[in-house]
């Protein structure tokens, strides 16, 4: 396990396999669509399971595996099979719309996948065409019912909460109630420029306080006859991130929160990422990268752990509330 400059212990690593997408996310990309780096830009599978070796050898024994959609990446099962057979690697997890899920979630869990994030922003099926630009939620939710089939443990839905959007939080928290599905709420993060590029006009006002949102949420259930979400106290599902987690009374599953930006998690950031072409990024909110395309190519492992330790040691404190980046949440990886 290796130690930044800040004395935080970092062994997770998040890895875009590609930033290609089956969906156009409001927040995450333009309807066109982004420029896609070329194929051969791209690391190889190959090249991404040396460097999970190499990772591993520094300490990493977490590994999340992103997008754009992972899914829609040829080979990603093979993949998965020989990141979770990689000696110091103990757990392989995923992000994913949950769209392709029905047809490989039983070969992904088969390869060794052991649990999967699934990311849905409302319950509404017109709301979900509009936030996704083309959608179907029902796929979402067939993704959904398959993960829980085939045995991924935990399943967690992870929804941006928008002010302007006005979903149905209390809907949401409920998926919790009836099966094991661990419901997260994300502060929007304005990551990007999607906002000013695509006319959404959203603000840091659309980004609702967890705090307020908790009130929201209490508000809403009491009235529903359900009563209030209290702390879990030490029942958290199985995870590597900084969500805070609650729980109606007698709900199979958890509420959590996750805070970036109005209760920020910085001083217990525990990860790097690497975007698909192959560039560390330190930290979500800057625009810091490290690139170890040309080495890991080269075969100069040295190289590459150099430029990892460089990257790990280049962790800021903290992002200090910086809003926008230069490269959209697609391009970066989720």
């Known amino acids: 396990m290796g130690l930044d400059q800040h004395g935080r212990s970092i062994d ?3 890895i875009s396999i590609t930033d290609r997408c089956n969906l156009r996310c409001l927040y995450c990309m333009p309807e066109e669509g982004v420029a896609w780096q070329p194929h051969d830009a791209m690391l190889s599978l190959e090249e991404i399971q040396h460097f999970v070796q190499l990772a591993a050898a520094e ?6 595996l992103t997008g754009g959609e992972p899914l829609v990446r040829l080979g990603v099962t093979d993949l998965v099979r020989n990141i979770s057979n990689t000696p110091g690697i103990e757990r392989v997890a995923m992000t ?5 899920l029905p047809d490989m979630a039983a070969a992904l869990r088969e390869a060794g996948l052991s649990r999967v994030n699934i990311s849905l ?7 979900f065409t509009y936030i996704t630009r083309w959608g179907r939620i029902e796929d979402v939710f067939a993704g959904i019912d398959t993960a829980l089939i085939v045995g991924f443990d935990p399943v967690k839905i992870n929804a941006v909460v928008v002010r302007s959007l006005n979903q ?3 809907a949401f928290a409920k998926l919790s109630l009836a099966r094991p599905l661990h419901v997260r709420f994300i502060e929007y993060m304005p990551v990007g420029d999607v906002c000013g590029s695509d006319g959404l006009g959203w603000t840091a006002a659309d980004t609702i306080p967890n705090e307020e949102l908790i009130q929201l949420i209490n508000d809403h259930a009491r009235a529903d006859g359900i009563g ?5 106290g030490g029942q958290e599902p199985e995870g590597w991130g900084p969500a805070r987690y609650y729980t109606f009374e ?4 958890t509420v959590g929160f996750i805070s970036a930006i109005s209760r920020h998690f910085c001083a217990e950031c525990n990860r790097l990422r690497m975007t698909a072409e192959g560039t560390l990024r330190p930290c979500l909110f800057s625009d810091l990268e490290f690139s170890i395309a040309a080495p890991l190519r080269a075969g100069d492992d040295v190289a590459v752990r150099r430029i990892l330790r460089e990257a790990l040691d280049s962790k800021p404190d903290e992002h200090h509330n910086r809003v ?11």
């Open 12 to 14: 997770y690593l998040r």
């Open 59 to 64: 300490g990493f024994s977490r590994i999340r």
């Open 96 to 100: 994913t719309n949950g769209i392709l």
């Open 121 to 127: 922003d409302t319950l509404d099926p017109e709301q």
């Open 168 to 170: 149905d939080l209390l």
């Open 228 to 232: 209030e979400l209290k702390p879990i």
């Open 250 to 253: 007698g709900a199979q599953g």
């Open 324 to 334: 926008g980046t230069e490269r959209l949440m697609s391009q970066i990886g989720g």
